[in-house]
């Protein structure tokens, strides 16, 4: 699966942002998906999962309440909504196929990441 993400961009801290998510490929609509970020200096971390039918979500514990994570597979897309945006949500945002091991999440070996990117949140 190859991925394109768009949607990124500057906004006041209180503000929101919509990323997507583009895929090709027939496994799309089989595969969790998941968005990760990474700021400056910073290790990747994870954001938000969702699984194959919708179903599902989860979160982590830094974006809970404020973030939502949703896909149509008619469009093989998965989009990140972010509202009440902070200063801290500034970082490179990256989707992937993912799973979840011991009750964290990560890429799926062997799985593409996207390009990024880049939201930008000013205080």
């Known amino acids: 699966v190859l991925l394109v993400e768009s949607g990124g961009g500057l906004v006041q801290a209180g503000g929101s942002l919509r990323l997507s998510c583009a895929a090709s490929g027939r496994t799309f609509s089989s595969a969790t998906m998941g968005w990760f970020r990474q700021a400056p200096g910073k290790e990747r971390e994870f954001v938000a999962a969702?699984?194959?039918?919708?179903?599902?979500?989860f979160y982590g514990d830094s974006v809970k309440g404020r973030f939502t994570i949703s896909r149509d597979n008619d469009k093989n897309s998965v989009y990140l909504q972010m509202n009440t945006l902070k200063s801290e949500d500034t970082a490179v945002y990256y989707c992937a196929e993912v799973e979840s091991v011991d009750r964290r999440w990560y890429k799926v070996p062997g799985a593409s990441w996207g390009q990024g990117t880049q939201v930008t949140v000013s205080s």
């Open positions: 969702i699984t194959e039918n919708g179903v599902w979500t």
